[in-house]
């Protein structure tokens, strides 16, 4: 019957009934996100979200306490998961007139990327394919080759990934 309601719905299969019961009442009917066209976890908040492009199996905000703007626009590639508390920032405050917002370019993630608990992503940031951010991490500035590590405050790369291994990985498991 659960299959049936999710195939009907298209609701998905990685998450139970109870968080799409949330999402309607805070959405909803408490306007909470309202704007968003995604199921999002009630404790986090997704400003501008019509500046937001996801790729396939991609729903920022769906992990607690996640703070996403997208005032200057966020890419998200296919299958990338963002972790619980972290905060992508498309904008940031004029250092004069705190009232005012900055231009900057958007952010953009990869696909197959993995953002892990209590990162944030800082305006302008490009993060390349399989880029994962470990826990805690500040990203303050682009890696847009991908397939490696990140860790620390400002990030750094700790550890280079197999391209061959990650390349084989997404045409075995996400090629049809």
């Known amino acids: 019957m659960k299959k049936l309601i999710q195939n009907i719905f298209g609701l998905r299969k990685d998450v139970g009934l109870n968080f799409y019961l949330a999402d309607f009442f805070f959405r909803k009917i408490l306007r909470q996100n309202a704007d968003t066209n995604w199921a999002i976890h009630h ?8 500046n937001i492009k996801r790729g396939k199996n991609v729903y920022p905000g769906d ?8 005032l ?52 302008g940031v ?10 805690g991490a500040i990203v303050t500035k682009s890696f847009p080759e991908g397939y490696c590590v990140l860790g620390g405050n400002p990030a750094t790369i700790i550890k280079q ?16």
Not at 43 to 50: A, K, N, R, W
Not at 161 to 176: E, G, H, N, P, V
């Open 161 to 176: 990934l197999d391209i061959d291994a990650c390349k084989q990985f997404r045409d075995t498991k996400y090629t049809s």
């Open 43 to 50: 404790s986090s908040t997704v400003l501008v979200p019509h």
């Open 72 to 123: 200057n626009g966020i890419e998200i590639g296919d299958y990338t998961n963002i972790g619980p508390h972290v905060a992508i920032l498309s904008t940031n405050h004029d250092l004069v007139d705190n009232s005012k917002f900055t231009k900057e370019v958007p952010v953009k993630i990869g696909s197959f990327c993995w953002i892990g608990i209590n990162a944030v992503i800082l305006p």
């Open 126 to 135: 490009e993060l390349g394919n399989f880029t994962i951010v470990g826990a």
């Open 63 to 70: 992990s607690p306490g996640n703070y996403i703007e997208a």
